[in-house]
């Protein structure tokens, strides 16, 4: 009896782990039994990434548990330690985050004095250690090497006196770090000194990743002085850690000759004018291909466009630009008309020879009517993305509705994700035999718009949409910032959650509707081939028998 072969594509190393990397990790359990090369691949798939360190410690020796405490029940030897070696070697990312109910310290110390070798983790490149008291932080150094080259870690805490001495450590046993990601939980003031020690100390980082209000005029001054930098980022959230606005409520770093040499993504919390006189002074980053602006101060649209007009002679490279006006006090959420955005304040954008992805976040809506949205279509059919503040906090005011979606879909083919603030209703849907879908559709938020018969506007939304379009609905506000601009008034509130189940129906429904009407163009289509078979034979007919062909019906 003959025996099946297996496809050759199996012995290709690269080509067979690809394969076992799309399975689970019971799958690939079972992979690791079927032969050495297997067996050896399926190993590197399992242990490349660990995010449960207790897995790890068993490898070396059992372990018992008393309480919230961990012991070994025997200190580790070196046959131990040359069994825990074989997959020690293939882990690339160690992820650890403290949990107050379990204490692995005991175990980490019995690692640190038995070890054989000094690095334990040899081919570790990235470790992420999120702790919450100094003994858990002093054991992140134990799977610091040379090597290492990403570093997700939590700032010492607060009452820590010595912060220097532990940042200094990880300077000297991690020196070539390319990517730092800091989490703190408290304000950029206490410890912007470390911060700095800790920047000198790492000169081929080339991203950092901070809390917001982290980006202080002395941190970035520091920053535009390193060779490799590239990216500079905050995150919002209390993962990453809430700083002070006041640390940054001026914003005026130092910049000498040769300042951010490598640079091309930027964020930043300032004011507006202070970020203007950042990016126009000499020695600026004007490379730049994505800036992002936070700021938490009112301004005016005259304000925005000189920014805009400014940005746009500048950085000639940028492709991606975003601007969160995130200013509103709670309980004083009226319409102000001369603060709002217009198609004017946002005309400068279309002199940028590379602006493909454009945000912009306010609490008015921005007042621009359905010419102008045609206008700024036809003028920017590169657009990949456009957000045009699809959740203001002011909900009552509408100058678009569905027919606003019209011109992206005629005139941008590469519109990957719109935001707009749209009064969807069916008195304002356009015929739709002769609307064109949009090509390449993945998102479409709608914020706090306002959709009044669910039914009607994914009907109308079904013959412009594409299968795989996603819709978002709600707001970001109470995502970032500080607490007045998190906390958004009860009647904001309660309007936003009718609005959100509103357009629950329509992301319901829309699904549905999309596969009915690729079905009816498949059918269509399919009977166009077969009317055009049809005269095609109905031609050849009458070539034989010498009847000229036209385009009357024959009966014979």
């Known amino acids: 009896m003959s025996v099946m072969q297996p496809h050759r594509v199996l012995f290709i190393p690269e080509l067979l782990g690809i394969i076992l990397g799309f399975l689970g990790e019971d799958d690939n359990a079972n992979n690791v039994r079927v032969c050495k090369q297997w067996s050896e691949i399926t190993l590197d798939i399992i242990w490349r990434e660990v995010d449960d360190l207790a897995r790890l410690l068993t490898l070396l020796r059992p372990y018992k548990i008393k309480g919230r405490y961990n012991f070994f029940d025997g200190l580790p030897d070196s046959r131990d330690w040359a069994r825990f ?31 054989t070798t000094l690095d334990m983790l040899p081919n570790l490149h990235t470790l992420e250690w999120v702790y919450e008291d100094v003994d858990c932080m002093e054991r992140a150094t134990l799977f610091m090497h040379q090597r290492l080259r990403h570093l997700i870690i939590s700032a010492p805490p607060l009452r820590h006196k010595d912060r ?22 408290y304000r950029a003031r206490h410890i912007e000194e470390t ?10 980082l080339k991203k950092v990743i901070f ?46 000759q040769g300042a951010f040499p490598a640079l091309w993504d930027l964020a930043v919390t300032a004011r507006i004018e202070h970020v203007m006189r950042f990016m126009n002074a000499d020695f600026a980053p004007i490379n730049l291909t994505s800036l992002y602006i936070n700021t938490y101060v009112e301004h005016k649209p005259e304000e925005l466009h000189t920014l805009f007009v400014s940005l746009s002679e500048r950085c000639r490279r940028l492709s991606q630009l975003y601007v969160l006006l995130a200013h509103h006090i709670t309980g004083q959420l009226e319409l102000v008309p001369a603060n709002q955005i217009t198609f004017n304040t946002l005309t400068p954008l279309l002199s940028f020879p590379n602006l493909v992805t454009f945000q912009v976040t306010h609490k008015y809506p921005v007042n621009i009517t359905l010419e102008e949205i045609e206008e700024l279509a036809c003028r920017w059919p590169s657009l990949e993305s456009l957000t045009l503040n699809e959740e203001p906090l002011v909900m009552h005011e509408f100058t678009l509705d569905l027919r606003a979606l019209v011109p992206f879909a005629r005139h941008c083919p590469k519109l990957r994700r719109l935001g707009l603030f749209i009064d969807a209703s069916p008195a304002t849907i356009p015929p739709t035999l002769e609307l064109k879908p949009f090509a390449a559709l993945r998102f479409l938020s709608v914020g706090t718009s306002r959709a009044r018969d669910p039914e009607a506007v994914a009907a109308f939304m079904s013959h412009l949409c594409p299968r795989k379009c996603k819709i978002e609905v709600g707001v970001t506000w109470t995502s970032f910032g500080v607490r007045s601009c998190r906390v958004l008034d009860d009647d904001v509130r309660i309007e936003i959650s009718r609005r959100f189940h509103s357009w629950k129906s329509v992301k319901d429904i829309l699904p549905v509707l999309i596969q009915l009407r690729r079905e009816e163009r498949e059918k269509s289509r399919a009977l166009q081939e077969e009317v055009e078979d049809l005269r095609t034979r109905t031609r050849l007919l009458m070539d034989k028998v010498d009847i000229k062909a036209n385009d009357s019906c024959i009966i014979a």
């Open 85 to 115: 070696q074989k997959y020690a070697n293939r882990v690339r990312i160690l992820r650890f985050q403290q949990d107050s109910d379990v204490d692995y310290s005991g175990l980490l110390d019995d690692m640190a004095r038995t070890r």
């Open 164 to 185: 220097v001495a532990f940042f200094l450590d990880v300077c000297v046993r991690a020196p070539h770090l390319h990517s730092l990601d800091l989490r703190v939980p």
């Open 195 to 204: 911060i700095l020690e800790l920047l000198r100390g790492l000169p081929d």
């Open 211 to 256: 809390p917001e209000f982290f980006l202080t005029s002395s941190i970035v001054s520091e920053l535009s002085r390193m060779r490799h930098i590239n990216i500079v980022q905050f995150e919002y959230g209390h993962e990453q850690g809430f700083g002070e606005e006041k640390d940054v409520d001026t914003f005026e770093p130092v910049l000498e």
